[in-house]
Structures are given as structure tokens and as C-alpha cells.
């Protein structure tokens, strides 16, 4: 059974699957119609063994065709890497439009099926995907931080840097070789 | 006033069935109408009066719920599973459960600042009669007090005319909170209203408080050069006997300071004190001195530096006693709502309870009479001084080192955190002598000690970062300007236009708690950047403390810089949580003295004035408690947007603006009648930000409002787009939204602003008298 990170937020009946396999991510990704991925700006602080997680979800968002919306100031880390991020808003703009079935995304075709979330202050994650958890049934999310969130739909346990790190490189590698 | 008690008094009376001595009777109340301006249609309004106004406002900014926890466990029908469109037992949903939740929230903060007033008035008409005179400015400022003129219609004049007041918010506390009871309210939109009639009682009770304070005490009147007092742990003489108070309720802190007059000791002894009974007591006596936040608390007594602590009420910590035994220093409480578990000493002579607390055959005492506390801590404190030789319980280095060791790396304090912070990291290094990164935690620490709580090896981990950042703590002197109380009416007349025509590009106060995400430095970062751009910077309660404990590259603090006038340019500090009222009250008397808008009991007209002519914002970064929560909605319902930090969204709902839903940004143009697009300005009621930096972008924006000028617009956009652009490193992706003309281009920027309108499409739009109210159109089309 995984732990929230912070040790008191604890949430109710209804807990995120853990992800026990990096590919369950990618499989999600690809079969997902319409996936979205939410960056928050604790990314821009994150080193994966020299580089930053940054770089890395440029790479993901390329093999997996899915739109990146900036949360907060982390646009100008992507712009910084010459990468124009298909958005930028508050983190409570865009999880506030995902629970509107009607809103028509951001580039007009309809509301998205899956958003993954990564880089933003654990608690402020953990009642964004609270929100959705319970107001926006269709959308399943994912968490792809290091720490357990069990308001998402699924979310890795709390993993050390290297099984972390580990578990995104397999993640990026099945949505590449799939892609041909 | 408006309402005057009827009192017969007869001493003897004799008839043909006996005598009657002293015989008092009080009949009700008659009207005295000594106040010309006419009422407004809402004197004294009920929990539904303002109901159409709230929704209007719920129509555009709708809740957006982040619900802290799945369930209700509220009555014995739970816990109730309300995942998803469950319903709970009682046929609650999830919504109506969380927005219940706030309303719970609003009416904890609201009491609170209600039962202070109440406290605080019965005590100064026990002390300056029912008949001292309210004076907040003297011929400064003539409206005492906007914030009850617009809600209660009534004009108090005496400290005895405020009961009434109090009376009336003490009967609406009572409506909302049963609104929360089982089987109550079922619409999650009436409880929101619910929650905006909260706020907007408490604003009455802060103002009811302040207001009889200032006129008591002679606190600084309206005074934009009160004066500067000290701050931070460095300025403490610990080589006298120190007095801490904490708390917010300042009766027992002037008494202190009175017993220190009257004896001739006032040079002998130190009063400092935490949070907002320190804000206050310095309103008082400019030789008094702030220590710091609340989140000083911890670090500050276990310092060892005061011989006495006396507590009154509000954001003290449940275990001062138990901290304060840690360093031998006796405790005092002062409130009825905090009594700590102590012996009642109320009636017992001050020597007796003096010798007990010295010798330590009691740890503490409760004193209900402020005056007794005043003469008991000041004795206590000269008495217990030299026998505690400042003990304090902090460690050395040696024995942060030897803990350290003591460390299982089991992350548990970490986990406890709440920012999160590499507390374990910290400690291994320290094991090896190291305490660099313990001392950078300092920074960032709010001081709960949850990671003390957690340790399993009882690592007394906060007082390990304490000492690491010794040298930091000693280099603590900062001076903050003592809180002024109200804004002056000449001021408003001044400000006035150049406000609601945009051209002082927003009035921004800095409020509340210090819960921050990542140190109080980012306060006085974001008031200083505000007051160099000529916006008015208001500031109020820990974050006027924050906003002090920075220095520039000549050692110079934010209240030094800048002028302390409500004019372009100004970091004003209006005082403790109770003055909050005097931020909300500028507001209303700009709609009052410059706009000449009747204000008596006219909340709605007021309010959409505000909403759509006066750019200010609210910012309570380190929002943290129930009070917080109602001070915000007192604002919201004023039309005045909230910004909170990242640890705001734990009040579990925003109210949010969608400003690509161009239905919602309609208002009517109160000329013709028409209905105009206006932009989504404000675009949002209430909104926690990620970060610093989103949440500067986001108060530029925030200030922008329907009627500002095409000067006003084109300055106001300046800066949102040149904050924008050093910020997050964009141009903004909605300017489009928010140029109306032409002419509302700023003039530097105006070729590459022309390139991004034709690229959207952009067309020119009429510029509105704007309205929410169909009942202010003048003239239909």
C-alpha cells in the first residue's frame, strides 16, 4: 500500500493506482485520444543525472505528440530551450477549465482525456487532482512526480531519484520506439 | 447613531401599593436621526439581503472545489463517502459539503475578530465610559468608519454606540453558523453567499475593533508618518528583563506598558511581543518591539531571551506552556479563550500570584484583569530575570552535532514539512559538523515544528536550525513603520481619480498570515517591486512584519524607503489583523467622498462600484487560518480580488473567472443600457498562485477594471506585459482581451501590440459606464 508523501494528507476512499510498471505511463499516453501535459515550475529544479526534467518533457511531449501546458513561470525555462509550449496559465486555470466538459482545449477540438501532471508543489498537486478526482470523472489524470499523489488516477509510489529516473527513461523509450 | 437607548432611572417611588427604590428600566431603543445622508435600501442586512448580489458575482466567478478530504464526518449519519456525485447520508453532495466547509471556516475567523471587538469594547467602556468619542483622524478623516456606515446604515459616535453593532454581527454569526448544521442548507451556492455575508460581518467586527482602539488608546490617527519601531530578534535588549506577548488582543500589553509609566521602570524593562498584540502594542508605545511573525513564536522563546510571556488570544501556539516551562520563564494568559488548563488567579493579590510564579511553584496563571497582568508580569519579570540567567533551549553546536548522528534517515521530518524541505540532507551534513544547509532552512522555516513531532528519535530539530542560523538571528534589525490605523479623507481626495481612472496603476495590500511557501522574504520583494512601479502597497498584520525584514545594499528597510502616505509610491502599513477594514475602507470611501456616492446601507452600488472602478487586490501569500479566510471574503464580496500563495489552496475553493468564456465579462453601460463586452477584468475573485512570480503577472492584471481610462488602461498594461516579460519571459497570450481602443496601447509598445491584435482579430470596443445593476441604468436605449 503507497503513502502519500507528506504523511498527513491523507485522502479518502478513492486512491490513485499505483504504477507498478514505467510502460503502464506510456501505454496510457498512447491510448489516450487527447492527452495533455501540465509542467509545473519545481521541473525547472530538477536534475535527472545532468540533465533537467525540463529537457526530458520536451522530449516526451515530442514522441508522444501531447500539447504542454506551463503552469506558473516555467514557460520561460522552455522558451530559454528554444521550445514553445503549446501554453502557459495558472495551474488553477487549467485544471478549472478540465473540469468543464465543454471547453474546447487549446487548440478547439474538445476537452481532453488524460492530463498528466508533473512538477508542482505537492500539496498544490495533491488538491488540483482532488478537483478533478471528484468533479471531473472522465478525465483520468496521472502524476508523474517522484511522491505518491492519491488524488490522481494513477501515480508512482514514493520512488528514491534512480528508480525514478529509471522509470522515466522506460517511459520515453516505449513512446519513441512505438512511434517508429 | 442612529438608535439610542431609552433608560429610566428612579431612585424612590411611592404609591398606593408600596415603594420602589432604585428602579431602572431600559426600553429597548429610539431612533435619534442626527446623520442627513438618506438610507440605502440594506441597514442591517440579513443572510439573504445581499443574496442576488453574491450570485451575480458566483455567476462569473464560479467555485472551482479542491476537496481536502473525500468524506464528511460531521455528524453520527458518517463519515459519508461523498467521492464523485456521491451523496451523503443527509443528501449532501461534494460540493455543498466543501463550500459548507468554508462557511464553517468564514464563521470561526469572523467570531473571532467579533468576540474580540467585543471583548476589547466592553473593556475600554469600562475604563473611558460608554460616552468616549470615536476618533480615528480627528478633522482628517470624517468618515470614521465606512465599512459599518455602508453595512449597518448607522454612524457610530461614542465607544457605547458600537454594543448595537456588535449585537447585530453577533446575530448573524449565530444564522450562518446553524446554516451549517445537518439538514440545513443544501445549495452549495447559497452557502457561498452564506460565506460572502461572513466576510463581510467580519470586516464590520475588525473595523468595530480598531476603530474603538485608535479612539481609545490614541494609537497613531491616520498618520502616514507614524513612527518607526523595531523589529526582528536582533533589537531585543536581553540584558534586561524581557516581557513577551503574543496574541492579538492588546488590553493586557497596555496595561504592562502603563505599569512600567507609572513606576518610573519603563527604561528598565523590554516589551516585545509576536504577532498582532505586537503590531498593536507598538501603536501604542513606539519603544516597544516586534520580535516577528508567528512563526517567530517557537524560536523566539526557546531563545531563552523573555522572563515572562503573556498570551492573549489567536494564532498563540497550543503549547506555549509546555515551551515556556522548556525555559523557566512563568506564563501568563490573559483571555477567557485561552485559558490553557491554568489556575484562575483573577481575585488573588498580585504579590501572592507575583511570589508563586517566581519561586515556580506555578508554572502559570490566568488573569482575566488586564491591569493585574500589567503589574504581575512587570514584577514577575524583574524578579525571575536574574534567577533565570536567560536559560534557553537551544542547543549548542556540539549537541546539534551529536543528535545528528542520532539521525535513522527515515525522511519522516521531511514528510512532516510543510514546504517540503530537505531537513534530512541538512542533518547529514550536520553530522559531520557541517551546519551550512540547517541555517538555509531558516529561511524557508515557518516554525510549526511538525518535523519534532515526527522525528522518531525526538530530535529537537527546529532548535537545531535555530542555532545553525545564530549569526543570521542576530543580524534580525529591521524597523517597521508603527500601523496608522485609517486612510484620511484628504487623502482619498487626492488618490481619488487617479485610482479609479487608472492612472495610479492599482492600490495592492499585502495581508495575512505568515504560512509561506518559501519565506517571508518574498513579502517585501513583492511590495517593493509594486511601490517602485508607483502602485499604492498596502500592508497589514505578519505580512506588514514580512514586508519590514528585508535591507537594501545601505542597510535601509522597506518602511525607510518608501513613504508611508496612501499616495503612488507608498508602502503603508494600517496595523494588526483589526485594521484590515481601514484597507477595505479606503475602498469604499473613494466610492464615497471622490465618486459622492451615497454609502450609507447601500453595500450593492458600493460594491459594483468597487468590482468595476477600483483596481485593488488583496494578497495574502502566507495565508494560513480561518480568520484569513474570512478577511478574504469580506473582500470578495466587496468586488475586490484575492490572491493567495500555493498553501491557499487548501481552503479547498477558488472563485474563478474564465476569460475565454467572453459571455461571462458583459456588464451594462449605465448610460444607454446596453450590454458591453468588457474583458475579463478582474478575471478572478480568489486564486492561489504557484509561485511569486505567476502571482506578480497575475496582481498587475488583476488590477485592471472596466472604467479605467484609456490613459489609465495603456499604463496599466505597461506593466503587466513588462512583468510578464521579465518574469515569465512572454508576452502575455491575452492582451487582446484588454485593449479596448486604440488609444489603450501603451505608446513604447505599440507596433508590436498592433501585429498581435490584427493577428487575433482583434476589434475595437466602446468603453462602458459600467454597471452589474439594471437598477443604475439611467436612460434605456
Not at chain 1, 487549467?94 to 466538459?101: C, F, S
Not at chain 2, 473595523?207 to 491616520?222: G, L, R, T, V, W
Not at chain 2, 508603527?482 to 496603476?505: C, L, M, N, S, T
Not at chain 2, 450590454?675 to 512570480?693: D, I, R
Request: proline residues 6%; contains cysteine.
Amino acid at each position: 500500500m503507497a503513502e502519500p508523501w507528506q504523511t498527513a494528507e491523507i485522502p479518502g476512499p478513492k486512491k490513485a493506482l499505483l504504477i507498478t510498471k514505467p510502460k503502464i505511463v506510456s501505454a496510457m499516453i498512447r491510448r489516450a485520444k487527447r492527452p495533455i501535459l501540465i509542467v509545473g515550475h519545481e521541473s525547472a529544479e530538477i536534475d535527472l543525472n545532468g540533465e533537467s526534467l525540463i529537457d526530458y518533457l520536451i522530449r516526451l511531449s515530442k514522441h508522444a505528440g501531447m500539447p504542454i501546458v506551463a503552469t506558473a513561470h516555467t514557460v520561460r525555462y522552455f522558451i530559454q530551450r528554444g521550445f514553445r509550449p503549446d501554453a502557459w496559465m495558472p495551474i488553477l486555470d487549467v485544471a478549472n477549465r478540465l473540469r468543464d466538459p465543454g471547453w474546447s482545449g487549446l487548440d478547439g477540438n474538445g476537452q481532453y482525456d488524460l492530463a498528466i501532471f508533473v512538477g508542482i508543489q505537492y500539496y498544490m498537486e495533491w488538491v488540483v487532482l482532488s478537483g478533478l478526482k471528484h468533479f471531473s470523472p472522465k478525465i483520468k489524470t496521472i502524476s508523474l512526480d517522484r511522491f505518491y499523489q492519491p488524488h490522481a488516477s494513477w501515480s508512482f509510489p514514493n520512488l528514491n531519484m534512480k528508480d525514478w529516473i529509471a522509470c522515466l527513461k522506460v517511459i520515453e523509450e516505449d513512446l519513441k520506439e512505438r512511434r517508429g | 447613531m442612529t438608535k439610542k437607548e431609552f433608560l429610566v432611572k428612579i431612585e424612590e417611588l411611592k404609591t398606593d401599593i408600596g415603594i420602589l427604590k432604585n428602579l431602572e428600566l431600559s426600553i429597548g431603543k429610539i431612533i435619534e436621526e442626527t446623520w442627513k445622508e438618506k438610507p440605502g435600501p440594506t441597514p442591517f442586512p440579513s443572510i439573504t439581503d445581499l443574496r442576488e448580489w453574491d450570485f451575480k458575482l458566483l455567476r462569473r466567478y464560479r467555485p472551482f472545489y479542491m476537496p481536502f478530504c473525500d468524506v464528511c464526518c460531521l455528524c453520527t449519519f458518517g463519515k459519508c463517502d461523498l467521492t464523485g456525485d456521491k451523496r451523503g447520508a443527509c443528501g449532501l453532495n461534494m460540493a455543498a459539503q466543501q463550500s459548507r466547509i468554508v462557511l464553517l471556516a468564514c464563521c470561526i475567523g469572523a467570531a473571532t475578530h467579533i468576540a474580540h471587538a467585543r471583548h476589547l469594547v466592553e473593556h475600554l467602556i469600562e475604563k473611558f465610559g460608554r460616552d468616549h468619542p470615536i476618533d480615528v483622524g480627528g478633522v482628517n478623516v470624517e468618515v470614521e468608519a465606512p465599512v459599518t456606515r455602508l453595512v449597518c446604515g448607522v454612524r457610530p459616535r461614542k465607544l457605547g454606540d458600537l454594543e448595537d453593532v456588535l449585537d447585530y454581527l453577533e446575530g448573524q454569526v449565530t444564522h450562518l453558523l446553524s446554516a451549517t448544521h445537518t439538514g440545513q442548507e443544501g445549495s452549495n451556492l447559497d452557502f457561498e453567499s452564506k460565506v460572502l455575508h461572513a466576510g463581510m460581518i467580519d470586516q464590520v467586527g475588525m473595523e468595530i475593533a480598531d476603530i474603538a482602539q485608535i479612539s481609545a488608546y490614541n494609537f497613531p490617527k491616520a498618520d502616514p508618518d507614524a513612527p518607526l519601531v523595531d523589529i526582528g530578534l536582533g533589537v531585543v535588549d536581553a540584558s534586561k528583563p524581557v516581557i513577551m506577548v503574543i496574541g492579538h488582543n492588546v488590553p493586557p500589553a497596555v496595561e504592562i506598558v502603563d505599569y512600567l509609566q507609572e513606576t518610573g521602570l519603563h527604561d528598565m524593562v523590554e516589551v516585545t511581543g509576536l504577532c498582532c498584540t505586537a503590531i498593536d502594542i507598538t501603536r501604542y508605545d513606539s519603544k516597544a518591539k516586534i520580535v516577528g511573525p508567528i512563526s517567530w513564536q517557537l524560536r523566539y522563546i526557546r531563545s531563552g531571551i523573555p522572563d515572562v510571556i503573556v498570551v492573549d488570544e489567536q494564532c498563540i501556539r497550543a503549547d506555549s506552556l509546555i515551551e515556556a516551562q522548556k525555559i523557566k520563564a512563568p506564563l501568563i494568559a490573559a483571555s477567557p479563550k485561552n485559558c490553557l488548563g491554568l489556575p484562575d488567579r483573577t481575585n488573588d493579590p498580585a504579590d501572592e500570584i507575583v511570589a508563586d510564579l517566581v519561586s515556580g511553584k506555578a508554572p502559570g496563571a490566568l488573569i482575566l484583569d488586564p491591569e493585574k497582568v500589567g503589574e504581575v508580569a512587570v514584577k514577575t519579570a524583574i524578579q525571575v530575570a536574574p534567577k533565570r540567567r536567560k536559560f534557553k533551549a537551544i542547543p549548542d553546536v556540539k549537541d546539534v552535532i551529536e543528535g545528528a548522528k542520532r539521525c535513522r534517515r527515515c525522511n519522516q521530518c521531511r514528510r512532516a514539512c510543510p514546504n517540503d524541505l530537505d531537513i534530512p540532507k541538512a542533518i547529514e551534513d550536520a553530522a559531520k559538523g557541517r551546519l551550512e544547509r540547517l541555517a538555509e532552512l531558516y529561511d524557508e522555516c515557518i516554525g510549526c515544528a511538525r518535523c519534532e513531532s515526527a522525528c522518531p528519535e525526538d530530535l529537537p530539530i527546529h532548535s537545531f536550525i535555530v542555532k545553525a542560523a545564530e549569526k543570521k538571528i542576530k543580524e534580525e534589525t529591521y524597523k517597521i513603520r508603527a500601523g496608522r490605523g485609517a486612510i484620511q479623507d484628504v487623502e482619498i481626495r487626492e488618490v481619488g481619480g487617479p485610482i479609479v481612472f487608472g492612472e495610479i496603476p492599482g492600490v495592492i495590500a499585502f495581508v495575512g498570515c505568515a504560512n509561506y511557501p518559501k519565506g517571508g522574504r518574498e513579502i517585501a520583494e513583492m511590495a517593493m517591486e509594486f511601490a517602485n512601479r508607483r502602485y499604492i502597497v498596502l500592508t497589514s498584520g505578519c505580512a506588514a512584519m514580512s514586508a519590514a525584514m528585508y535591507k537594501n545594499e545601505e542597510g535601509k528597510t522597506p518602511y525607510e524607503i518608501f513613504h508611508g502616505a496612501f499616495d503612488a509610491g507608498g508602502i503603508v502599513n494600517v496595523g494588526s489583523c483589526v485594521s484590515n477594514p481601514h484597507i477595505a475602507g479606503a475602498a469604499i470611501k473613494i466610492a464615497s467622498i471622490f465618486a459622492r456616492k451615497n454609502l450609507r446601507a447601500n453595500y450593492e452600488e458600493i460594491a459594483d462600484y468597487i468590482l468595476n472602478r477600483i483596481g485593488a487586490v488583496g494578497v495574502a501569500w502566507g495565508a494560513m487560518s480561518q480568520k484569513a479566510a474570512a478577511i478574504a471574503s469580506g473582500f470578495w464580496r466587496l468586488g475586490v480580488p484575492v490572491v493567495v500563495g500555493p498553501h491557499g489552496a487548501k481552503y479547498r475553493r477558488m472563485l474563478l473567472g474564465r476569460k475565454d468564456r467572453e459571455e461571462d465579462w458583459y456588464v451594462y453601460d449605465a448610460r444607454t443600457g446596453e450590454k458591453v463586452y468588457v474583458g475579463p477584468a478582474p478575471e478572478h475573485l480568489f486564486y492561489a498562485a504557484e509561485t511569486k512570480e505567476e502571482a506578480m503577472v497575475m496582481i498587475a492584471k488583476l488590477c485592471m477594471r472596466p472604467s479605467d481610462t484609456t490613459k489609465g488602461r495603456a499604463i496599466k498594461l505597461t506593466h503587466y506585459i513588462d512583468l510578464s516579460r521579465r518574469l515569465l519571459g512572454v508576452m502575455p497570450d491575452d492582451i487582446h482581451l484588454f485593449i479596448r481602443t486604440k488609444a489603450d496601447i501603451p505608446i513604447t509598445m505599440r507596433d508590436e501590440i498592433l501585429k498581435i491584435l490584427e493577428e487575433k482579430g482583434w476589434k475595437e470596443r466602446k468603453i462602458p459606464d459600467p454597471t452589474l445593476l439594471p437598477r443604475l441604468i439611467r436612460r434605456r436605449k
